[in-house]
Each structure stands twice: as C-alpha cells, then as structure tokens.
C-alpha cells in the first residue's frame, strides 16, 4: 500500500494533535483525529476565568500562522485563555483540521496483542515497517443525547498528542485522619476546580475561607482568582512546602533572559545531550559565567518584586496538608492549624499517566513508561528524538517534551513525524536510537541536579535550539536558520525562524 494511503490516527485535539494533523495534511495524509471534548484546544478549553499564558505571545504560536496583531501589539502580551482557544481554534480551520477531528471519542485502548510480535521497526528505518502490522483502537463515542457506543477502528500508524496534565497527582493523607476523610468542607484538585463553569467556581469560594496546596502556575492563579473574588474579608491561603520564584510578568521581560535561553550564544553555557568533548569542555568553562547570571538574574528580580514584603520568600515549615484533625481545619506536621471551607489541592499531574492509559497490556504500559516513574523519578521519557519509542514500532508521540514555548517545539515534533511518516526521514537501527535516548538520560539527570531538583520531566527549554538542530538535519534541511554568522549566534531563536519547514 503506497504510504499516502496509510491509515493514521492521532489521539489528542489539543495544540500538538492540531498541528500534527495539519502537517500531516499538507504531505497527503488523511489522519482520523480523536478527542473526547467537543472542541479543539486541548487544556485550553478548562481554565479558570482569570488564565492567561505565562509566557509572551511572540513565541506561543506557530511558525506560519501568527497571532492577530492585537495579541501581540505589547512586548509583553500575555493572551487570556479564550484568546488563546480562539487562535487554537483559527489555526484549526484555516488548515482544514476540524473536518478530520470526532468529537466525542475517546480512545479507551489500544490492542498490542496485534504488534506485539512485530519485528521492531521491522529493520527498514521506515516508518511502517513491512507494511504488515497496525494498531486496533478502541473507542466510546459519545454523541448527545444518545448511551455511549464503542467501536474498534484499524490503523497503521499511531500518533499520541494526550498531553501530560489530564491525570491529577493527589498527595498521600494518613490513614482515617486525611482530609477527605475528616474535613467536613469541599476538597477538589484544581483540574476540578478549573474545569468548572467560571459561575461555578465563582460561587464555590465566594465568602469562604479558601486553602490552595501548592505554588507551581495553577495555585498561583488559583490564589488570585480567589482573592479577587473575596477580597480582604475572606483571605485566601497559600500553603506549599518549598517556595518557587513568582515573577511579575512586566517586571520579568526586561531581564532579557531570552538571550540566555534562545540563542546559540547562551546556549554553549549548558551541557547538551551528545555534545561531544569540546562542546562539554566550552560549557564547564562558562559555567561560573552562567551561575553569575542567574544571581544577577535574582537580585534583580528580588529588588524589582515584593516576595520579601510579603512573606513569599521562604516556604511554609511543616508538611502541606499532611492530615485534618479538625472538621474545618488542615493540620501541618507541626501541629500548626489553618481554618478553612474550601481546600483546593494545586499538586500537579502525573505526567505519564495520560500515555500509559492509551494501552492495555502492561507490558506497553512499562514500556512506554514504567509505573515506577510516575513520580518523576526518571528525567526524561525514553523517546528517540522525543518522539518515537525503539520498541514500540508504528506508534509517535508528539507534545511530550516541554519548552518555554511549548507550541513551535511541538510544531517542529509534528514536522518530523510528518517526514517520517512520508519516508523523508529514517529511522536508525534500534540499538543506536536506544543510545540516543541514554544520551539525553543521562542530560536530564545533569539537568535535574543542576536545577536543584526543580526540573519538569522532558524539558528541553535549556536546548531547544540544539534540539531542533537535530529534527532539521534530519528533515533534510540546514539547521542554520539565520541571516549571516552574527544573527546566527545572538539573535534569539523563534517560531518564524522555521516558518521554511514543511
């Protein structure tokens, strides 16, 4: 079968499922896209009413479709969440993706009894393989105003754009003394909370004592939407066991800290995955350059941004939410009491989860990603070029890794699948693509120890540039992408920079 004629499916309608089903199209394909919701968007379509991105328009975006000039007529446009399901949305239409989404399908399994006595990747590097194996989906439909029907549909080829924040990591209470148990008040993680109608989260913390758990973006914007709703009568309690930086986002962009992160200038400053001797000798010497950066990076940031003043500086002591002894109180481990009607856990997501739930064999499952992960204890999913697992043959993943900007590197993911799928790109025997995964094993656990620990499993922000170096070599295309040696080595690095790549 001519592989334009393939059969490809691609669970997922959020920003990676749009632009791998677009790029798809543009090569000839005619991928079937599934998604439980009935819109595109992804995370983007359950936010809180007050959730903006947290990073600039400018870099949020495709490469060939950009935003509306309004959007980004600031330096530091920071789009609300309609607007952004909006461009989503717009993105969708104008390259004819909607018309190969359904609605209302939620893909429960997919079988691995029929790949399972693949040769890997067959030996070919091609991305079907000999042509012999496929995928049988199973999926519930979900129509209105009718029961569920599930039906199983055959492919050739998988794609998984689930995303990494649909799986709610809740912490562990002691036992009887937790507080669903022993709190006569509402408890609800924040994916509850802000998949609300906005009325009714409104009205959920309207005139109540308010505790968030946690401090990463959701509790954060949480804590404020909360206060705006009640003001200084009813506070609302940030309660987290270690602080993180919390930066004003007009006070942050003028520290050009892009100039660290997207340029090939700042980034011979870091270890890079496979870099070689003299790229690993170059980044040890300009590590002391690096550190005094960041304190200057710091100061700046503390002289500029109240944390001290207001008792932000420095975590909470005692374990957050360690249990509830009190019918309307949460408990620390040091005994200390914090009354509250409303506890909203803000504790993240188990990243993993998500893809380990589209199989139905543990063996895929572990294999994929082992349960003993799903804490975080691995730095970095085990993804050839952070897409394509070399034991799982016919299968991508696209939107895994994470960036700063997360949408062009998935644009540029969905870019390379693209190719592989169309045979521009090769796959290398097994074992060489499993040496590349150890490569960047081995960066994420350099990358772990040098953050301190806080380091979001698969974040390439640090080497994006050196990461899409290797997808255009790939691709066939030159991974030089500026205008002359000097804008090649200073400027930053963007979506418009890759527009050229389809």
Not at 211 to 217: L, T
Not at 379 to 389: D, M
Request: proline share 6%; charged share 20%.
């Amino acid at each position: 079968m001519e592989a334009k004629n393939k059969r490809v499916a691609i669970v997922g309608a959020g920003p990676s499922g749009l632009t791998a089903c677009k790029h798809l199209l543009a090569r000839g394909f005619r991928p079937v896209v599934f998604d439980a919701g009935s819109a595109v968007g992804g995370v983007w379509r359950r936010t809180l009413a007050s959730t903006r991105l947290q990073t600039p328009a400018a870099p949020y975006r495709f490469s060939d479709f950009p935003w509306p000039e309004a959007a980004v007529a600031a330096e530091a446009s920071f789009p609300r969440h309609d607007e952004v399901a909006a461009y989503l949305a717009a993105y969708a239409r104008r390259f004819g993706v909607l018309e190969r989404v359904r609605f209302g399908c939620r893909v429960v399994g997919a079988a691995e009894e029929e790949v399972a006595a693949w040769e890997r990747w067959s030996g070919t590097g091609e991305a079907f393989g000999d042509g012999t194996g496929e995928w049988h989906l199973t999926v519930m439909s979900h129509d209105s105003g009718e029961a569920p029907s599930t039906q199983v549909h055959k492919f050739d080829f998988l794609i998984l754009c689930v995303g990494r924040y649909g799986v709610a990591k809740l912490p562990t209470f002691p036992d009887g003394g937790g507080v669903p148990e022993a709190f006569q008040g509402r408890v609800l993680h924040s994916m509850e909370y802000s998949s609300m109608a906005h009325a009714d989260a409104a009205e959920l913390v309207r005139a109540k004592r308010v505790v968030v758990v946690g401090a990463g973006k959701s509790a954060l914007d949480t804590a404020a939407q909360c206060a705006e709703a009640n003001g200084r009568r009813y506070p609302c309690t940030l309660l987290y066991r270690s602080a993180h930086w919390m930066l004003d986002p007009q006070v942050a962009p003028r520290f050009k800290f892009s100039l660290l992160t997207t340029t090939r200038l700042g980034e011979l400053m870091v270890h890079k995955p496979g870099e070689g001797l003299a790229l690993s000798l170059v980044a040890t010497m300009l590590t002391p350059l690096r550190w005094l950066i960041m304190k200057l990076r710091e100061a700046y940031f503390k002289a500029h941004i109240p944390m001290e003043k207001h008792g932000m500086a420095a975590s909470t002591s005692g374990d957050a939410a360690h249990s509830a002894s009190a019918p309307t109180a949460l408990v620390l481990d040091d005994d200390a009491m914090v009354n509250a009607d409303v506890v909203i856990l803000a504790t993240g997501y188990d990243p993993d989860a998500p893809l380990r739930a589209v199989f139905t064999s543990p063996r895929f499952r572990d294999t994929i990603a082992s349960s003993s992960s799903s804490d975080n204890n691995d730095a970095v999913l085990p993804l050839y070029r952070q897409c394509v697992h070399p034991r799982i043959p016919q299968m991508a993943v696209v939107g895994y890794a994470e960036s700063g900007a997360s949408v062009y590197p998935y644009e540029m993911m969905a870019k390379w699948v693209a190719h592989l799928l169309d045979g521009a790109v090769r796959l290398p025997g097994v074992r060489e693509m499993e040496r590349e995964v150890e490569e960047w094993t081995r960066w994420g656990r350099w990358a772990r120890r040098s953050s301190g620990g806080f380091f979001l499993k698969s974040c390439i922000h640090a080497v994006t540039t050196w990461y899409h170096d290797l997808l255009c070599r790939d691709m066939g295309y030159s991974p030089r992408r500026k205008a002359g040696f000097l804008a090649e080595w200073t400027q930053p690095y963007g979506p418009a920079d890759y527009a050229g790549i389809q």
